[in-house]
């Protein structure tokens, strides 16, 4: 007995030495920093303490068998842990032999689990070492997921990545000096934008190759199977994530904070919007649309996780997009910005209801309800912007006379914003529509519709508001005739903008009848202006007032100074218009010729020294006047 009572504290001891070591061992085997050699070495170490455990508390017949399995899993799984390409060699991950392993491994574990003994060490300690390979074996398979995920990714086609802008932009500055030509660049684009331009159709791409989409679904179900779903979906979102940030550098999508935004120049500003417009729509139609998809492919059978997965995989690439939109909205009100705003708003608008798709779900709500705001944000800033811009055109600071009284740049700037503006005619009707009322006027006869929207109601006022401000500008000149041909170009200007183009339909017949009457009022005005006092002299009554009734040759002398003094003057002044100058000079040429003629034909005894200019040379140098370039009749050589 004595000898039997010793044996027992030895083989206790021993036991308990090796559970302990079994422990450490177990320990150690769930650090995921080990390199795969020591893990190795760690697993032939337990092997070893688990036969020596045996040896001391008995034969334990009923783990033989499990145990067996175990370790043929094990050698399994550390093969193919040393082997980097064993799997993914091995054709489709669906019925490959790795994944068989796992599943031997399963069934080690449910089997021990279903085992009902008195004294549980043994079976705990193999549980410990099928949990450990089972680690194991996910970390394996989390390693291929990345790798596959990394290894066939796949990039947008070149027309959904290109990023190309065509619109030229016309540029404002404190005196709308910026613009130097009649061109139309803004109206163009704004027609070529409405007209489909570059616009991105909803399109499902294949982010990842669709051949490897069921060997991600193998994975994915037997992680979530062996309760690794929390690694699997950690895995899948660092590696999605990354890709959609290289989507953004593809897209040449810098990272700019709010007070980055808000300080930078308008040149630089100006393209980072139009690359957000064009980035926005491809991401939300094209990239996330896909991205989501892809999500319901390999998670979608697996409960809730494929919506929370996508809302990682996008929250902060979509928050990046909302906050230079936030940064833009927030921002001053500067009427360069105005066709921007409209542009981003109107993609925001164009994809609300992707969005809202795309985030429907509850638990990803938060990015369509920034959406929202965002959204309604722009649409005051838009407001706020359009009132900037008629009380820039009603504040013009300059106080220079314009040169030559040609077009002034206050009025192409205008007129071809104006011209742009009603090619977003449905948007800002929507925008626009609570600033003021429209009331018909009792003068209002058109029928168009459109003359009584929102959108045409402040055109008009933009209008007006600039007529107001010509107006006054025409008052710097000096010369009355001057602020007459001032305002007739530009009033000229005006209506034909209006009657070329869609702004027809927002301004009427009535509005185009009342400016044609005004520009040609001041054309009579203009000629009443240049020729009454100059014609006056030809004839008599014009010298009623004199003292003495002047000569003949006082007469002719008087005309022609007259004549030379407004050829001199009014050479330099300007009619763009070719066909308004024509008619002006017409006009001008029958009046004066036939005063000239009738003059000359009542006094044909008047000797020729007297008469410095004939008829025809009259109406050659009428045709001088109004050109912009000045000359001077004392230079010219009498024509025969």
Known sequence: MGDSKSVIPTCEGEQHVIAAAQHILMALGECKIL?????????????????????????????????????????????????????????????????????????????????????????????????????????????????????????????????????????????????????????????????GGDEIEEHIIDLVHPGIIPDLMCIANVMYASKYHHEFCQAFITSRRDALDEYFVILEMKIFTI??????????????????????????????????????????????????????????????????????????????????????????????????????????????????????????????????????????????????????????????????????????????????????????????????CPTAHHLQSLASSLESTLTNKSKLYTDVALQHIFMMNNIHYMVQKVKGSDLRLFFGDFWIRQHIGKFQQHATSYERATWSSVLSLLREAGWANSASKPSLKERCRGFSIAFEEVYKTQTGWCIPDAELRDEIQISASQKVIHAYRTFLGQNSNISEKYIKYTVDDLENYILDLLQGSPRSLHYHQRRK
């Open 35 to 195: 390199s795969d050699d020591l893990k190795k070495n760690l697993l032939d170490l337990g092997i070893q303490l688990s036969a020596m455990s045996r040896v001391t508390e008995g034969d334990g017949g009923q783990f033989k068998e499990v145990e067996k399995q175990l370790k043929s899993a094990t050698d399994k799984v550390m093969s193919w842990d040393s082997n980097q390409s064993m799997i993914r060699d091995s054709g489709s991950m669906e019925g490959c032999d790795y994944l068989k392993t796992v599943d031997e491994i399963q069934i080690v574990i449910g089997s021990l689990k279903s085992l009902s003994v008195d004294d549980n060490w043994k079976q705990k300690e193999l549980l410990q070492r099928a949990d450990c390979i089972l680690q194991i074996a996910m970390l394996r398979l989390e390693k291929e997921l990345l790798h596959i995920l990394f290894q066939h990714k796949q990039y947008f086609e070149p027309e959904y990545m290109s990023f190309h802008s065509t619109r030229v932009d016309i540029l404002y500055d404190e005196s709308f000096t910026s613009v130097e030509d009649d061109s139309d660049e803004i109206a163009e684009e704004a027609s070529r934008r409405n007209n």
């Open 259 to 452: 007070e980055d935004v808000l300080q930078m120049e308008w040149s630089c500003l100006n393209f980072e919007m139009k690359k957000w417009i064009r980035a926005m729509k491809i991401i939300v139609r094209v990239y996330l649309a896909s991205e989501k998809r892809l999500c319901e492919q390999i998670l979608g059978n697996l409960g809730s996780d494929h919506q929370f997965c996508f809302h990682e995989i996008s929250k902060s690439s979509m928050l990046r997009l909302l906050n230079f939109g936030e940064a833009i909205a927030m921002g001053t009100h500067k009427p360069e910005k105005l066709f921007r705003l409209l542009d981003m708003y109107e993609v925001l608008a164009d994809i609300l209801v992707d969005v809202d798709v795309l985030f429907l779900e509850e638990a990803i709500s938060f990015i369509r309800t920034e959406f929202h705001k965002l959204l309604s944000k722009f649409g005051n800033s838009i407001r706020r912007t359009f009132q900037a811009f008629g009380n820039a055109i009603a504040t013009d600071p300059s106080l220079q006379q314009f040169p030559r009284g040609g077009i002034h740049h206050l009025t192409k700037y205008v007129m071809n914003h104006i011209k742009a503006l009603a090619e977003y005619g449905d948007l800002l009707n929507l925008l626009l529509e609570d600033l003021s009322p429209v009331i018909p006027s009792e003068n209002d006869q058109d029928i168009s519709p459109l003359t009584f």
